[in-house]
């Protein structure tokens, strides 16, 4: 019933920029955090930057000052501008948000498919 969708992935040479996208669709009541997660080659999914309903943010020490988390609540959409690429950011990136689809339902987890961001010369 809920999908999220990843979109702005691909290949980016070191010291460029790429944005992504995540779009929740379906049934929603209510979205919670957000948060962008990546997985590298042969390491585990890590937490990159979360954001929380009311704008509040957190972000690992890695991306902070690179990275920058955003929301638009009313497009059920967030995003993730990536400054100042590393080789070593290169992983799957996948959308991950905490969401109730009724006032009466428990929040569940939603996880999107994910998007390959290379970042190489």
């Known amino acids: 019933q809920v999908q999220l969708v990843e979109s702005g992935g691909g290949l980016v040479q070191p010291g460029g920029s790429l944005r992504l996208s995540c779009a929740a669709s379906?049934?929603?009541?209510?979205?919670?955090?957000m948060d962008w997660y990546r997985q590298g080659p042969g390491k585990e999914r890590e937490l990159v930057a979360r954001?929380?309903?009311?704008?509040?943010?957190d972000y690992d020490g890695s991306v902070k000052g690179r990275f920058t988390i955003s929301r638009d609540n009313a497009k059920n959409t967030v995003y993730l501008q990536m400054n100042s690429l590393k080789p070593e950011d290169t992983a799957v990136y996948y959308c991950?948000?905490?969401?109730?689809?009724?006032?009466?339902?428990?929040?569940?987890?939603?996880w999107g498919q994910g998007t390959q961001v290379t970042v190489s010369s």
């Open positions: 991950h948000a905490v969401i109730s689809l009724a006032p009466t339902t428990p929040w569940a987890h939603y």
């Open positions: 379906g049934s929603i009541f209510s979205i919670g955090a």
């Open positions: 954001i929380f309903t009311g704008g509040s943010t």
